[in-house]
């Protein structure tokens, strides 16, 4: 058999082992996430549902049972809200996941790979980068109400699917570690990077030691907000957030930093051109704007205050994981190219710079949104 009829044939094995239903067509790769295989299942009979593939990447998620025992209870959670919401449309709003035919949410492979399916979200789009600040208000829309609606769930419902995963002490030591062992011999060649990451080790400590003095209380948070995880409708409106792996506690500014950095760079998460790489006001303002609406009445002062540490936070901390595992040789990360991770790296420190540059904007911008929201929001339950 070819190559290629192998592999369709090992997909088609995988999908038989799940409670699918009508008749599989073609399994085509699909989204630009870095982590997961994620195929599209077609199905043949018109009215079937089409599929999302996934072999879960085990080497990231070590405990894959907690973490689909994490999904379950998320889009359980999720679903429960939206049916309550005369408006909504769970099905098309919350991921829900198949079960294999032993009524399982994942399916272990004889080469130990992991498998889960989910009911395919048809007629939507998702966007690697932002062109407009309607665009960008629908994103802090659609993650802004994620948190509000996971509000009401208990954090120790969760487990930490990758334990520290923001926590900058933690990838400050992971990488100290790494550039220590020099594994594949790269260190000589980034000195301005590395340096780039001494120089801001104590500033970028800020959350840290606010949470570790119990001043941002630990809520449910997505973690992973870039903007290509949000699936919107065809005109446009949010609809449903992806990639819920990292769906587990964690402080608000993580979520706000992490979708501003895809948000308001209009170049592209690994842009090889830094001089292309410039902060959108209109953009930063139209996204504060949207998760605000949602999620300010219930913030408090200090959290208000974290989001702008947020912003410089989130891509420091990419920046610095794409260093670290460009250090490493590759390991983490999907690379399409040799030096891939250390232009992802260069183009998130760059990006940082740049949010230095206009920290007191930033932060004035926040201030005024969150406290017309507030106002909006005191006035309305008087
Ligand atoms: P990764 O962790 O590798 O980023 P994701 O779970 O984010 O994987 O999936 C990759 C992409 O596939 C997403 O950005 C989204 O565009 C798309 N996607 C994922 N799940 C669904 C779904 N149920 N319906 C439609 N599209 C989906
Ligand atoms: C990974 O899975 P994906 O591509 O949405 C990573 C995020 C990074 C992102 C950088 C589990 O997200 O933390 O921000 O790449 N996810 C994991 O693009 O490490
Ligand atoms: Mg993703």
Request: net charge negative; hydrophobic share 40%; with cysteine.
């Amino acid at each position: 058999m070819m190559e290629v009829e192998k592999a369709k044939a090992s997909l088609n094995k995988i999908l038989s082992k799940f409670a699918t239903r009508g008749e599989i067509g073609n399994v085509t790769p699909f989204g630009t996430g870095h982590i997961h295989d994620t195929y599209h299942v077609q199905n043949l009979p018109p009215g079937d549902p089409h599929y999302i593939l996934q072999r879960i990447n085990h080497h990231v998620f070590k405990n894959i049972p907690a973490l689909m025992e994490n999904i379950q209870v998320v889009t359980a959670h999720l679903r429960a809200k939206l049916q309550q919401d005369p408006q909504a449309n769970p099905a098309q709003e919350v991921l829900t996941l198949v079960p294999t035919q032993e009524r399982e949410w994942y399916y272990k492979d004889s080469d130990g790979s992991y498998w889960r399916v989910y009911y395919f979200i048809p007629d939507t789009v998702s966007y690697d980068v932002v062109e407009s600040q309607a665009l960008a208000y629908q994103g802090g829309k659609a993650f802004g109400r994620f948190q509000a609606l996971l509000a009401d769930l208990p954090v120790s419902q969760l487990h930490d699917t990758i334990p520290d995963f923001h926590n900058v002490v933690n990838r400050l030591r992971l990488f100290r570690e790494v550039l220590q062992k020099d594994p594949v011999e790269r260190a000589s060649g980034v000195e301005a990077e590395i340096a780039f990451v001494e120089e801001r080790a104590v500033a970028m400590s800020t959350i840290y030691h606010l949470g570790q003095a119990g001043k941002l209380p630990l809520r449910i948070t997505h973690n992973d907000t870039k903007f290509n995880n949000v699936l919107l409708n065809k005109s446009n409106k949010a609809q449903c957030v992806v990639d819920l792996d990292t769906v587990m506690p964690g402080f608000v500014a993580y979520d706000f930093g992490d979708a501003i950095r895809t948000t308001i760079n209009k170049a592209p998460e690994d842009e090889a051109d830094v001089g292309k790489i410039r902060v959108d006001m209109d953009l930063f303002r139209g996204f504060t704007e949207g998760f605000l609406e949602e999620t300010a009445h219930a913030l408090t002062p200090n959290e208000i205050e974290s989001l702008a540490h947020g912003v410089l936070l989130l891509p420091f901390l990419m920046g610095l994981r794409f260093l670290t595992d460009y250090l490493d040789g590759d390991h983490y990360y999907k690379i399409h190219f040799p030096e891939h991770n250390l232009q992802r790296a260069r183009a998130q420190f760059q990006l940082v710079r740049k949010l230095e540059e206009q920290f007191g904007v930033l932060q004035g911008i926040i201030l005024e949104v969150a406290q017309k929201n507030e106002l909006v929001t005191r006035d309305s339950r008087n």
